[in-house]
T-cell receptor, first 115, second 114 residues
């Protein structure tokens, strides 16, 4: 079956530009997560949705980062006025159940390069 | 504070020899523990998870991990490495509470020589 789909796979932005990254979770998955993975590092939590509700956004690094999931399925991560330190792979993951020990299904990520 | 440490950033083995990837955690709670694998330009894939049932957990592709509370460790092993095992491996700890409360290790890159 279809997994988690992220688009675009690669994005190059000039510093100061706004970008929008899309995540299509597995159909019917309740939980959706965004992670940021810098080069040579493990993923770091950004934000979490349960259906359309954003229950945790404690990992967003600044107010330039904004995420939404208006209908409880597709999610968009928006970064305003991009900076070079925003260059990373942005991973989306979904889970069918609530509960902190539910395994996550990850997309292939969007590699953002800010020049 | 909770944390997870992967003791080796890079491990190199020969095909057919055993694999050991080390992971230690620090927690005042009983955590849930996972190992994920990431092949180049691919998403993370769950290998196995421990959630307070059997301490020896078997995963996909012949991998297994043993939870040792006294040593706060959750090392990943495989008896015989295959070329297709070459990838980045992440030890992940969940300490409960928020859904987003997953902490990833920095990863161990496994190389397999023919």
């Amino acid at each position: 079956g279809a997994g988690v789909s992220q688009s675009p796979r690669y994005k190059v932005a000039k510093r100061g530009q706004d970008v929008a990254l899309r995540c299509d979770p597995i159909s019917g998955h309740v939980s959706l997560f965004w992670y940021q993975q810098a080069l040579g590092q493990g993923p770091e939590f950004l934000t979490y949705f349960q259906n359309e509700a954003q229950l945790d956004k404690s990992g967003l690094p600044s107010d330039r980062f904004f995420a939404e999931r208006p209908e409880g399925s597709v999610s968009t991560l928006k970064i305003q006025r991009t900076q070079q330190e925003d260059s990373a792979v942005y991973l989306c993951a979904s889970s069918s159940r609530q509960g902190y020990n539910s395994p996550l299904h990850f997309g292939n990520g969007t590699r953002l390069t800010v020049t | 504070a909770q944390s997870v440490t992967q003791l080796d950033s890079h491990v190199s083995v020969s095909e057919g020899t055993p694999v050991l990837l080390r992971c230690n955690y620090s927690s005042s709670y009983s955590p849930s523990l996972f190992w994920y694998v990431q092949h180049p330009n691919k998403g993370l894939q769950l290998l196995l998870k421990y959630t307070s049932a059997a301490t020896l957990v078997k995963g996909i592709n012949g991998f297994e991990a043993e939870f040792k509370k006294s040593e706060t460790s959750f090392h990943l092993t495989k008896p015989s490495a295959h070329m297709s095992d070459a990838a980045e491996y992440f030890c992940v700890v969940s300490f409960g509470g928020s859904q987003g409360n997953l902490i990833f290790g920095k990863g161990t890159k496994l190389s397999v020589k023919p």
